[in-house]
């Protein structure tokens, strides 16, 4: 991936992208409240995100290149840890960039600066494919509204729009400590807290739009010896838009959650990609409960009045934080080209 040769910028309006046949464009919609986020009281356990000081401390000495851990150069508060967010993304926006030939602008909900800006036209009329993250802790009251839900359905109406659903990780949701405990020691990251629940604004969103699926837990998944991600369970019978075409796996997060399809429609939601579960580390209530695997990645086909594809996966997928390599670009490059 070629390295961009112009400066960045920042706090200025979005460029619109003009229509042109073959080149898809790709927006993507992080929606939180960034300084409901990097607002939260450190000295609170659960439902926020690390300090930059915490996720050096857990991954030392990973970054402690000045870069990182110079405080007059990069934030060491929980702003700090949302920056590497940013970070993580840039690769698979300049992938992006380079087969289409269309920047990949990254919406805030409600920005560094307070800026606030709904999941409405501005953002939808010179978008193919929207992706929403749903990184949103639900403490932070993060709702779709009437009118963003009926945006999101009109651009649905439009031939070859796709809507990638991304809600994060419920951890925690239970009431009982000692369940939160069992989920912690099942996932084994020391920066998750023993309740961390994401994805306010995508649950109503998906509520709104009739998407029949609810995240849940935060799974470990099963590695190999070279430390990648076990292979997907592929439904390839059902795959008949070859989004997972080329895919053997994902890459490696500690906690995922899983899609549970809230619907008893057959023909509603199609699990593509099924991730099998470390079976070696210890228990968990879903497994407790049977299950060796969880739902990854799910589609939506048109239906009815919606034209476009609805997909849901973790944003993480698209973050080179936890690793890069062909399967997952196959993957990018799927999305892409998907027509």
């Not at 851990?69 to 949302?82: C, E, N, T, V, Y």
């Not at 594809?309 to 080209?337: C, H, K, M, P, Y």
Request: glycine share 10%; net charge negative; aromatic share 10%.
């Amino acid at each position: 991936m070629s390295e961009p040769k112009t400066a960045r910028t920042y706090n200025q309006d979005h460029v619109p992208r003009p229509y042109a046949p073959g080149r898809r464009r790709v927006s993507i919609y992080v929606a939180w409240s960034y300084p409901a986020e990097a607002g939260r009281d450190v000295t609170g356990l659960d439902n926020r995100f690390s300090t930059m000081t915490e996720v050096r401390r857990v991954q030392w000495p990973a970054y402690e290149d000045p870069q990182w851990s110079d405080p007059m150069r990069f934030q060491q508060g929980i702003a700090g840890g949302l920056e590497l967010f940013f970070w993580g993304w840039l690769p698979f926006q300049r992938f992006v960039h380079e087969v289409t030939g269309h920047p990949v602008p990254v919406y805030q909900r409600v920005d560094q600066a307070g800026f606030h800006t709904p999941l409405d036209e501005r953002v939808l009329a010179d978008t193919d494919t929207l992706f929403v993250w749903g990184l949103d802790h639900m403490i932070t009251g993060q709702e779709a509204t009437a009118a963003e839900i009926e945006a999101v359905r009109a651009f649905l109406t439009r031939e070859g729009t796709c809507l990638a659903l991304g809600p994060h990780h419920d951890v925690g949701a239970t009431g009982d400590l000692a369940v939160r405990d069992v989920e912690y020691h099942h996932h084994g990251d020391a920066l998750v807290p023993r309740q961390q629940r994401f994805g306010g604004y995508t649950r109503s969103l998906m509520a709104g739009l009739g998407v029949p699926v609810e995240n849940r837990y935060g799974l470990r998944p099963a590695v190999m010896g070279t430390g990648q991600n076990a292979p997907l369970s592929i439904a390839g019978d059902l795959d008949t838009k070859g989004w997972l075409e080329g895919v053997s796996h994902f890459n490696f997060h500690m906690h995922l959650p899983h899609y549970a399809v809230t619907t008893d429609d057959p023909d509603a939601v199609r699990v593509l990609g099924r991730q099998p579960i470390d079976l070696t580390r210890p228990t968990h209530p879903f497994v407790e409960a049977g299950n060796t695997e969880f739902n990854m990645f799910l589609w939506l086909p048109p239906r009815g009045d919606r034209a476009g594809d609805v997909i849901l996966a973790d944003s993480t997928i698209f973050s080179s934080l936890f690793g890069v390599d062909e399967s997952l670009r196959a993957f990018w490059n799927n999305l892409v080209r998907a027509t």
